[in-house]
């Protein structure tokens, strides 16, 4: 296999924990990073100290030996960011979620996803997460069939990001998109059909009441909950609630349907979990058959070296094992470009429901 030369827009959080994972795959290097912030840049420089820092996009761009990109810039950058990279030189891209923030956006993204000439992968790293991966396994033989889909979030706030671009909905899309993308893509992925119509009730509770930014208030959402009907008759709901530290398990997924119920528990990050609570739970699958009394449950452990590589329980490395095969040529995307989109407009439409309370119809 021939090493393939990374390069990555933007070195945040989320982008040293790419850096981190990249490190972890055969034949890769991360030849170059843009990154404005000089703090970013100096941890960057301690991951790979071996990379350049361009100056720009353009400059990092023209680099040769590039290929491929991840880009991890602030969300509300990715979509002038893929303009940027299709005028200039078309290379395979990972986006990070959301593929982009602004309704107006939507149907560039439809005619970029038509005119595109490589493979372009969306990061909705969640799918491989490995109980939620073992749950998609199983998820039809033991349900017969996905009618209610129960999704439940709790979990800290959000963190502290570069020039706290996170606390405004006008950089994110709103919590609904930003934070729950990744969990509408889970609901499609789950039942297998496209959404109807979405209901929603959010607001802002606790968490960033007391913050002011250059005179402004945080206006980002805290808490939620969003009601999905799907083409086929199934339905999904998700839980949200952002003051709920402390929680034994981050993520709990539950599907259920004529033949039993199977659901994972996720905990979250290992360097958030209170050591005074004991030992740190383990991910688990629990299968329980309609038929029969009693459930398996199944612990699904997580390499520690991926735990010590990202806040993911180990999906950020394995969708980059996906990836890696996309750039060399062997495997379309697993999660595409309208796969991306689709999660968007679910989270807008979220956003819009809450806003109005009324329900969306939705037509994708």
């Given at each position: 296999?021939?090493?393939?030369?990374?390069?990555l827009?933007?070195?945040?959080?989320m982008?040293?924990?790419?850096?981190?994972?990249?490190?972890?795959?055969?034949?890769?290097a991360?030849?170059?990073?843009?990154?404005?912030?000089?703090?970013?840049?100096?941890?960057?420089?301690?991951?790979?100290?071996?990379?350049?820092?361009?100056?720009?996009?353009?400059?990092l761009?023209?680099?040769?030996?590039?290929?491929?990109?991840?880009?991890?810039?602030?969300?509300?950058t990715?979509?002038?960011?893929?303009k940027?990279?299709?005028?200039?030189?078309?290379?395979?891209?990972?986006?990070?979620?959301?593929?982009?923030?602004n309704?107006?956006?939507?149907?560039?993204?439809?005619?970029?996803k038509?005119?595109?000439?490589?493979?372009?992968?969306?990061?909705?790293?969640?799918?491989?997460?490995?109980?939620?991966?073992?749950?998609?396994?199983?998820v039809?033989?033991?349900?017969?069939?996905?009618?209610?889909?129960?999704?439940?979030?709790?979990?800290f706030?959000?963190?502290?990001?570069?020039?706290d671009?996170?606390?405004?909905?006008?950089?994110?899309?709103?919590?609904?998109?930003?934070?729950?993308?990744?969990?509408?893509?889970?609901?499609?992925?789950v039942i297998?059909?496209?959404?109807?119509?979405?209901?929603?009730?959010?607001?802002?509770?606790?968490?960033?009441?007391?913050?002011s930014?250059?005179?402004?208030?945080?206006?980002?959402?805290?808490?939620?909950?969003?009601?999905?009907?799907?083409?086929n008759?199934?339905r999904?709901?998700?839980?949200?609630?952002?003051?709920?530290?402390g929680?034994?398990?981050?993520?709990?997924?539950?599907?259920?349907?004529?033949?039993?119920?199977?659901?994972?528990?996720?905990?979250?990050?290992s360097?958030?979990?209170?050591?005074s609570?004991?030992?740190?739970?383990?991910?688990?699958?629990?299968?329980?058959?309609r038929?029969?009394?009693?459930?398996l449950?199944?612990?699904?452990?997580?390499?520690?070296?991926?735990?010590?590589a990202?806040?993911?329980?180990?999906?950020?490395?394995?969708?980059?094992?996906?990836?890696?095969?996309?750039?060399?040529?062997?495997?379309?995307?697993?999660?595409s470009?309208?796969?991306?989109?689709?999660?968007?407009?679910?989270?807008?439409?979220?956003?819009?429901?809450?806003?109005?309370r009324?329900?969306?119809?939705?037509?994708?």
């Amino acid at each position: 296999m021939k090493t393939i030369h990374y390069a990555l827009i933007g070195c945040g959080m989320m982008g040293q924990e790419h850096i981190k994972n990249i490190k972890l795959l055969e034949n890769t290097a991360v030849v170059a990073i843009y990154e404005p912030n000089a703090a970013m840049q100096k941890i960057a420089k301690q991951l790979v100290p071996d990379c350049v820092f361009p100056n720009s996009i353009a400059e990092l761009l023209a680099i040769k030996m590039i290929d491929c990109l991840v880009i991890v810039s602030p969300n509300f950058t990715h979509v002038d960011i893929l303009k940027q990279i299709a005028d200039t030189r078309p290379l395979p891209i990972l986006v990070e979620k959301p593929l982009f923030t602004n309704p107006s956006d939507a149907n560039y993204l439809t005619e970029f996803k038509a005119t595109y000439p490589c493979p372009v992968w969306v990061a909705m790293e969640y799918r491989y997460m490995p109980p939620l991966a073992e749950l998609l396994e199983q998820v039809d033989s033991v349900t017969g069939g996905v009618n209610m889909l129960t999704i439940r979030e709790h979990r800290f706030p959000f963190l502290e990001k570069v020039n706290d671009w996170n606390r405004f909905n006008k950089n994110t899309g709103g919590t609904l998109v930003e934070k729950c993308c990744h969990y509408f893509d889970l609901m499609r992925l789950v039942i297998n059909s496209n959404p109807s119509s979405v209901m929603a009730s959010a607001g802002q509770a606790h968490n960033h009441l007391e913050e002011s930014y250059n005179g402004e208030k945080p206006d980002i959402w805290d808490h939620g909950y969003v009601i999905v009907n799907f083409e086929n008759g199934a339905r999904a709901m998700l839980e949200l609630c952002m003051f709920a530290e402390g929680s034994r398990y981050q993520e709990e997924i539950t599907a259920i349907g004529r033949d039993g119920k199977i659901e994972c528990k996720i905990p979250g990050p290992s360097r958030f979990w209170d050591k005074s609570l004991g030992a740190e739970p383990s991910p688990k699958v629990i299968i329980s058959p309609r038929v029969k009394k009693g459930a398996l449950e199944l612990d699904i452990p997580v390499d520690p070296k991926l735990l010590d590589a990202g806040d993911h329980n180990g999906s950020t490395f394995y969708q980059h094992l996906g990836f890696q095969q996309t750039v060399l040529g062997n495997q379309d995307p697993e999660v595409s470009l309208h796969d991306g989109w689709v999660a968007v407009m679910m989270g807008m439409a979220a956003q819009e429901s809450a806003r109005t309370r009324q329900a969306q119809a939705l037509s994708l």
